[in-house]
């Protein structure tokens, strides 16, 4: 598991699938919205949780389609869908590698994205503690995507549009966890759902991740 881990995280940095392309779109959405809402430190201030949270949906969204594909194209699915590691490990281990490269440089990147868009000092440690709880659910329901698609000639719509609805949950927590910091509110109960939906997710969507990879290899 760990020379997978190490092979997947090297492959998602020299494809260019990796943290480069997801910190950047996270930078380009979070510059452009100033532009767009106007330059109101008010407004800014109330919608940046939103912001800062949709954003780094998208960019994580924005690599998922890479996760099993290269792996499909050189054959190697196939040789590790017949190796002695499970393929329920195999999909857990490309979340993990997945949310190395695109979520923690997210998580690392938000506080100074933060400032573009007048964060609040309060708000600073809910913003990063909701991104470090919650961008794992989105890298292991991702996964289950990613397996859903794999193969199929131009899939990066379809697995849009079937993971998308499943991310909702964990977009509506995350930033009420945000948006309470903010305001100096109690954020402790919807920071525990979003890490209730974590677990949830990191414990069931390997096992729907290999169940679909069976399915998509036969």
């Given at each position: 598991?760990?020379?997978?881990?190490?092979?997947?995280?090297?492959?998602?940095?020299r494809a260019g699938g990796g943290f480069g392309l997801g910190l950047a779109?996270?930078?380009?959405v979070t510059i452009l919205m100033p532009f767009g809402i106007g330059p109101n430190t008010s407004t800014l201030t109330i919608v940046a949780?939103?912001?800062?949270?949709?954003?780094?949906?998208l960019a994580c969204l924005l690599?998922?389609?890479?996760?099993?594909?290269?792996?499909?194209?050189d054959g190697s699915l196939e040789l590790l869908a017949t190796s002695p590691l499970p393929l329920e490990a195999v999909a857990g281990v490309k979340a993990l590698a997945h949310w190395l490269t695109t979520g923690l440089p997210l998580v690392a990147a938000a506080p100074v994205l933060g400032i573009v868009l007048n964060l609040?000092?309060?708000?600073?440690?809910?913003?990063?503690?909701?991104?470090?709880i919650g961008t794992p659910a989105l890298s292991a329901i991702g996964t289950f995507g990613a397996a859903l698609t794999v193969?199929?000639?131009?899939?990066?719509?379809?697995?849009?549009?079937?993971?998308?609805?499943?991310?909702?949950?964990?977009?509506?927590?995350?930033?009420?966890?945000?948006?309470?910091?903010v305001e100096g509110s109690d954020a402790a109960t919807p920071l525990v759902l979003l890490a209730g939906l974590t677990l949830a997710a990191s414990a069931a969507m390997p096992f729907a991740a290999a169940a679909a990879l069976r399915v998509n290899l036969r």
């Open positions: 598991m760990k020379g997978l881990l190490i092979r997947d995280l090297s492959l998602a940095v779109f996270f930078l380009i949780p939103g912001i800062l949270w949709i954003g780094a949906l690599s998922l389609d890479r996760m099993f594909a290269l792996d499909w194209e609040p000092p309060q708000g600073f440690f809910w913003l990063i503690a909701s991104l470090a193969g199929l000639k131009r899939g990066g719509l379809l697995l849009s549009l079937l993971v998308l609805p499943l991310y909702v949950p964990t977009l509506l927590f995350g930033a009420e966890v945000a948006r309470r910091g």
